[in-house]
């Protein structure tokens, strides 16, 4: 018996386990594949087997993907194919063995898990099922057959969208389309796999092939049934993936290609054109650089974990119920940590609960859970106008308005009644954590926690050590994001941290260019077709031009170099406000999309002489390279994995492009010194390289 697969036979049912040694995950890696393939050999040749049912001994699912490692290390295309070809082979055999076969799912089942169990004749999923195709977002597509068996068991318009979307499909849904044959309670989902598997073998027909015919009905047949009708829908898909890539990404369209020939074509053909084409993606920077950004998710997971012992939290507070807060509250929650939600205003503790309760609801609405699930969330979430039961918390996370005074007052009033162990975080997004400590009799116990904004989508969350947090609590902080489903990164007490240093400088600079004449719309679009999901001037508007104008001061009063753009400030004295005020560079209606504001440069006295030129975008490009060196010789972050890790998943920075310092590596670093050198002599201090940048040649490492 191999030790990845392992079977027993009991009345001519094959009971196969999946159980990779040593690992909390099965991984479809070489050596599980071929003992999959071992297996599939003695399958073949027992006589006595009538049908076999597969399932993980995992707790947490059935396989979670294939190996990342593996994907990383191919550099030429026919390796690429080569790879995709013997894991389509493999898990193909499964679907061709002389009886058939159940494939029983919990869990995660992603990627080649997916596919493998797409290669069994049926599938039958526990509630908590959650399947998915996400190579998409690897810069790849499926390679071991999804892009071939997808279509041909569900809808063609269902399959593109899981494709090219990598969204997770949940048990219901996946029910519902087509793409499971059964939901049961985790509980009987052996028992039940085995019932199907033994009415399958009773009946000589396919049992389940009427059901699965009925998924679709006359839209379907005159979409995906016809050649005309299949042109068009491939045309509008193709139309909107462009619009929804700006054209970065080329797998989606490799991937839209494989599909519309292969689907013309047998299985086999199909399946080679898929090997061939995911050879091609596999060996693209935009695969190099897509990996790379899964690996900087991974690393709080793994190596870049701050010193010190981390404590266990079991309960919390939040003060403070507004956006962020209710935010921050629901979040604790969601991952099943009892929180206190306290607030001056009754109507604000009430609003901080509701905003939780929609978000539960979403989610419920997503995971097929209902209103019991969300009721069982927000048992965990209670509300109060004042400290008590603040002596049983473990950890106080403080959103409170951004002004130093309140959160001092917060501070003292809260350790009045805290446990002397219990640890006071801040979400702050730019006061000094430090100073902060000053106003507090146990210092080593705050550090900053913070969240962007909104708080259940956005996954970065920087932790700020202040000078005399403890190792423990900035551990213990560390520990929480990453409990919370959040990327972490640790952040030295600077002003801005660090993301809030590099956008405020990119910010300042953009209205400095606008201030010059450049066109402010033109320098958005810039930033689109960079890509970025929105320009400089759009951002303001979602941030607030009040909060956006403070940083600008905070920074160009912090460090003297960046001179202030009075823009920001003079857009607020003209009742400019952004989002929240419905006008700002953009006019933001009630119902409507959001349009520009025809009337913000006349209001703002903007001369708008020309359209942002290739150099103009780049200006404010290097100034964010030059900022990211400052914040590395300043230790801010430790490295520049880190400043990209802050860009991409606090930002939105370009994922294809890999990151501010993957982007600066690819375009020289040598280079842009030189032309920092220049624009120092035209336009001031800001722009004269900084130390860590010169004679570096890559400000990543090397690969050996």
Known sequence: MSPYVDYTIEEGIAHIVLDAPGEKVNILSGDFLKDLDRTADELSQNAVISGAVILSAKEGGFIAGADIEAIEEVDDPDLGADLAREGQRVLGRFGTLPFPVVAALHGHCMGGGTEFVLACHYRIAAEDAAIALPEIKLGIFPGFGGTQRLPRLISLAKALDIILTGRTVRSREALKIGLVDRVVAGKDLRGAALALLREVVADSRPILEQRRKSCGGWRTWLLEKNPLGRAILFALVRRTTARKTGGHYPAPFKALDVLRKGLSLPLEQGLELEAQGLGEMIVTPVCKNLLRVFRLSQRPKKESRPEGTPRKLRQAAVLGAGIMGGGIAHLLAENDIPVRLKDLRPEAVEAGLGHARTLFGKRAQKTGGGEAEVVKKMALLTGATDYSGFDQVDLVIEAVVERMVVKQGVLREVEEVLRDDALFATNTSALSVSELQGAGQRPQNVAGLHFFNPVDRMPLVEIIRGKKSAAETTATLFDLAVRLGKTPILVDDRPGFLVNRLLGAYLNEACLLAEEGVKWQSIDSAARRFGLPMGPFRLMDEVGIDIAAEVGKTLSKAFPYLPESL?????????????????????????????????????????????????DWRRLMLLMVNEAGRCLEEGVVASPEDVDTGMIFGTGFPPFLGGLCRWADAEGVPAMVTELEALSGLLGARFSPCNYLKGRELLLPAKP
């Open 567 to 615: 823009l920001l400030e003079k857009a607020r004295l003209r009742g400019l406000k952004g989002r929240k005020g419905r006008r700002g560079f953009y006019l933001h209606p009630r119902k409507g999309k959001t349009r520009p504001n025809p009337k913000a440069a006349p209001l703002l006295d903007l001369r708008e002489e020309r359209t942002a030129s290739a150099k």
